[in-house]
């Protein structure tokens, strides 16, 4: 019975689980996203996580210096731990948190598995960069807008003299073309 047992097995002996989670590990912080199965992602991801959170602890060098050494039992890998500590770390520095996403890719072709992409959130171009972009241009407040001045009272009005009578062009041009393509249906 698994009575108390929440952490995923993925069907594989203690050793070869922590190899697995070890290697994926080095790979997703290495290349910023990885493919894998959902399971494994899943799992990755609560491997991983605790793991960038070590590397905001900088009280004191000491403390540096000791976090350093556990990630470096939980990969067991220098390049991997140092672009953790010297790439990754800066730009998590101000997340509370959630520093992964899991993005379903569907079926896998061969055995019908679930895939999944797994990525270090601060490290996508497509999501990042728009919602700074949306952040930065739309200011909403709930404060009621300054009053306008007269002169551009008055230009808005010309300017929608100015539409009105472009569209009412339009509507008799459009009622005109329909007129004539009854009159050669019939």
């Given at each position: 019975m698994r009575h108390g047992n929440k952490n995923n097995n993925l069907s594989r002996t203690a050793s070869h689980r922590k190899a697995l989670l070890m290697n994926?590990?080095?790979?997703?912080?290495?290349?910023?996203?990885?493919?894998?199965?959902?399971?494994?992602?899943?799992?990755?991801?609560?491997?991983?996580e605790p793991l960038i959170t070590k590397t905001k602890a900088t009280e004191s060098k000491e403390s540096i210096m000791h976090n350093h050494r556990i990630v470096f039992s939980y990969l067991n890998d220098k390049a991997a731990v140092k672009e953790l500590f010297t790439v990754v770390a800066p730009k998590v520095a101000d997340r509370p948190g959630g520093y992964t996403r899991i993005i379903k890719l569907g079926a896998r072709i061969g055995d019908n598995a679930?895939?999944?992409?797994?990525?270090?959130?601060?490290?996508?171009?497509?999501?990042?960069?728009?919602?700074?972009?949306?952040?930065?241009?739309?200011?909403?407040?709930?404060?009621?807008?300054?009053?306008?001045?007269?002169?551009?009272?008055?230009?808005?009005?010309?300017?929608?003299?100015?539409?009105?009578?472009?569209?009412?062009?339009?509507?008799?041009?459009?009622?005109?073309d329909d007129a004539e393509t009854e009159t050669t249906e019939a």
């Open positions: 994926l590990g080095c790979q997703l912080i290495t290349y910023k996203r990885i493919t894998t199965t959902l399971a494994k992602a899943k799992t990755l991801r609560t491997y991983i679930e895939m999944a992409m797994i990525e270090l959130v601060d490290f996508n171009e497509i999501y990042g960069n728009s919602i700074s972009e949306a952040g930065e241009t739309v200011k909403k407040t709930r404060r009621a807008g300054k009053k306008k001045v007269a002169g551009t009272t008055e230009e808005t009005t010309e300017s929608t003299e100015v539409s009105t009578e472009a569209t009412a062009e339009n509507t008799t041009e459009t009622t005109s």
